[in-house]
């Protein structure tokens, strides 16, 4: 297919609002060729003064910004959260085929925590087939894909950027199938959201090139570290994870050892894409947050600077290892 009206959600309460208002920016001022975007926020909560920034971003780039308000939905859930801990708006994505219009087949679904570097009309555009989902592989191990039925070698996606098959979801009703995984977990599944969404897709998705989702440990670790550390058949090879570090469409500025680029003491190669967006944003007089780095992450890092890729590989499998059991 070839199509230039782009659909995107995103999904926020009112205390990640304006980190993805600066990404939607992003969005925008990076896809201006494209005929059409309309933007699904599913909103949790986001209070006027936030919402009126909003707006303003879709005024000034000519676009459309659609809140959705998402309660009824969240009440839906009964969920353990476990102890890592996530806003349960991150569960608002799996009911998209019902919040969205009818008349939407597909969806790029985007974290707050994102900013777009580049023309995206290729991801929009990828071939889905009978797929429900489109991903980048993440750096998970072995341990979450048992945690959720899944063979060993299955690449599990990470799903904070997805494109979405819509029409194949409200067909074939996988809304339906990700709450009843959800119950089935007792309501507690590893890595929340992202485990449902791959543990019901299973090997039904469709890789997409790594820099449409270049997060933290792709800046961190070689391909041979990765697999070495998450115990990983396949990645990525060296090639594409270099190509994706000096030219991605989306940075994904998840948790790992370079910090976030709104706390202090980041340490990201690229946090300047995201600052050059913020200034550009109504939230431009918005301060840094102090650095709210764990202990334990400093350890890691630290460890990451002194020690030869072999040893750390073996303390990262041996402390995931400790971790899992807490799931």
Not at 21 to 33: W, Y
Not at 60 to 85: C, F, H, N, S
Not at 108 to 137: F, H, K, R
């Amino acid at each position: 297919m070839s199509d230039t009206n782009m659909k995107i959600a995103y999904a926020s309460d009112d205390n990640y609002a304006h980190y993805m208002g600066i990404s939607i920016l992003s969005l925008f001022n990076c896809n201006k060729a494209a005929e059409s975007i309309d933007v699904f926020v599913l909103d949790n909560g986001i209070k006027d003064e936030n919402k009126a920034k909003l707006q303003k971003i879709a005024d000034d780039y000519g676009r459309r910004i659609i809140l959705v308000p998402i309660d009824e939905y969240i009440a839906k859930l009964d969920l353990q959260m476990g102890v890592r801990k996530i806003s349960v708006v991150a569960y608002a994505r799996l009911f998209l085929s019902t919040l969205l219009p009818q008349d939407c087949d597909r969806v790029i679904y985007l974290d707050c925590d994102t900013i777009i570097c580049d023309d995206i009309s290729g991801m929009w555009n990828a071939e889905l087939g009978d797929n429900p989902v489109a991903g980048v592989q993440d750096t998970v191990d072995s341990f979450f894909l048992g945690a959720i039925g899944l063979k060993k070698g299955t690449r599990y996606v990470n799903a904070g950027i997805l494109l979405m098959n819509i029409a194949l979801w409200r067909r074939e009703g996988y809304q339906e199938r990700f709450l009843n995984f959800i119950k089935e977990h007792n309501g507690y599944v590893p890595h929340h959201d992202q485990g449902v969404i791959n543990g019901v897709c299973g090997d039904k998705r469709v890789i997409l090139p790594l820099r449409y989702n270049v997060f933290a440990n792709v800046y961190s670790f070689t391909n041979r570290m990765i697999k070495r550390m998450y115990y990983l058949d396949d990645y990525y090879p060296q090639e594409e994870i270099l190509e994706a570090r000096k030219n991605p469409a989306i940075i994904h500025f998840t948790t790992g050892l370079l910090g976030r680029p709104w706390e202090e003491n980041c340490q990201h190669p690229l946090k300047d894409k995201y600052t050059e967006a913020s200034n550009m944003s109504p939230w431009s007089d918005t301060a840094l947050l102090p650095d709210r780095t764990k202990s334990s992450v400093r350890f890691t890092a630290f460890m990451r600077r002194i020690l030869p890729d072999g040893l750390f590989a073996g303390i990262h499998r041996l402390l995931s290892g400790v971790s899992h059991l807490r799931e």
